[in-house]
């Protein structure tokens, strides 16, 4: 590397360093905001003070039992799930290096509906309490099948075998979940509320059975962030600096089930979030994942919990599934992005 090389990546350094910490400080502070607003928004509102006042003073009266007990168990349930999609979605675009990825790719979403919809045409049980842990073993089957078919006939599933393995299985198992839905109504009935994409009625249990796992799955991602910078230069690179390639895909892999599968459980599918975000993410951090991680971790939620606030609002006193509001806000997004002149390979 020539000098002139090295002084100028120490002249930048500081001011990426400043932009950076500008970019998590005003993330942060949205974060913050959007949670206070989430607790005051619906069919009751509470001003922002008021709200403020009860999550430190607790009285007892009738504001305090909404926002404590039934708003904000949901606004951390959106919280936990915006974090778990974005930094999945993340960690699925470096994975693949498509900036247009999502943890869709592999068969989370779809292993999840499949599992959802067996289990309530064959108990007749519904409710998330019930499903939810079905739902995530669906995810993570399906999660294994992919990267399974992906590494057929290699040591290590490339890329491109990851994708198409992906593809091939949501098919296929999209195709089993329509044959199901059409001979079972109460199937049908059931999946059509948790496929939209939900957190009404989300409480603590389902935080309590999610959150152990998409904490270990945010973990998990950190870890993997030095490593998959190294990636990034090409397999041969990363080797050279000391990368185990087939282990790193497969934690990254199991970081993106663990995470997408416990968010789907938990909430049902909702798009966007683990596609946009990382790609916002990035425009603001740069490649570096030790960067972009943590900053779509912060940003993600702010996106759902501005989703859920508007599906609150539009329909009062009812609401409309957040996962349905998402992709509404999202789709212009997206069109945006793949418009643009070049779209950069990561």
């Known amino acids: 590397m020539s000098s002139t090389n090295v002084a100028t990546r120490a002249a930048t350094a500081p001011a990426v360093a400043a932009r950076a910490g500008l970019a998590f400080a005003v993330a942060t502070g949205l974060l913050v905001l959007g949670m206070l607003v989430s607790l005051g928004v619906g069919s009751n509102p509470i001003p922002l003070d008021r709200v403020w006042q009860l999550l430190w003073h607790p009285d007892g009266s009738f504001d305090a039992v909404v926002v404590l007990d039934q708003r904000l168990p949901r606004t951390l349930v959106l919280v936990v799930v915006g974090a778990a999609l974005g930094v999945a979605g993340a960690l699925m675009q470096s994975l693949t290096r498509n900036p247009l990825a999502d943890p869709g790719i592999l068969g ?31 995810a993570a089957a399906a999660a294994v099948g992919v990267y399974l078919l992906g590494m057929a006939g290699s040591s290590s599933p490339s890329p491109v075998r990851l994708a198409l393995a992906g593809v091939a299985i949501s098919m296929t198992v999209a195709s089993l979940v329509q044959t199901v839905i059409l001979a079972n109504a109460n199937a049908f009935n059931e999946f059509r509320f948790w496929a939209a994409g939900s957190v009404e009625g989300r409480g603590y249990p389902v935080l309590v059975a999610t959150g152990g796992f998409i904490l270990a799955g945010l973990l998990l991602a950190c870890c993997l962030a030095p490593a998959l910078n190294a990636l990034a230069l090409g397999e041969d690179a990363g080797r050279a600096l ?96 793949v418009r643009r002149p070049r779209i950069e390979a990561l």
Request: glycine share 14%; aromatic share 8%; charged share 5%.
């Open 108 to 138: 989370i979403n779809a292993g999840a509906s499949l599992a959802v919809v067996l289990v309530v045409a064959l108990t007749g049980l519904s409710g998330i309490g019930f499903y939810l842990w079905f739902a995530f073993a669906g």
């Open 242 to 337: 000391g990368v185990r390639v087939g282990l790193v895909r497969g934690l990254a892999v199991l970081a993106v089930t663990v995470l997408a599968g416990a968010a789907t459980a938990a909430a049902g599918p909702i798009m966007f979030v683990g596609l946009g975000v990382p790609y916002l993410a990035r425009a603001v951090f740069g490649p570096d994942q030790r960067l972009v991680l943590p900053g779509t971790a912060l940003a993600a939620p702010v996106l759902l919990l501005a989703a859920d606030v508007v599906a609150r609002l539009v329909v009062l006193p009812g609401e409309v599934p957040v996962g349905v509001v998402a992709a509404i806000l999202g789709g212009p997004a997206f069109v945006l992005i």
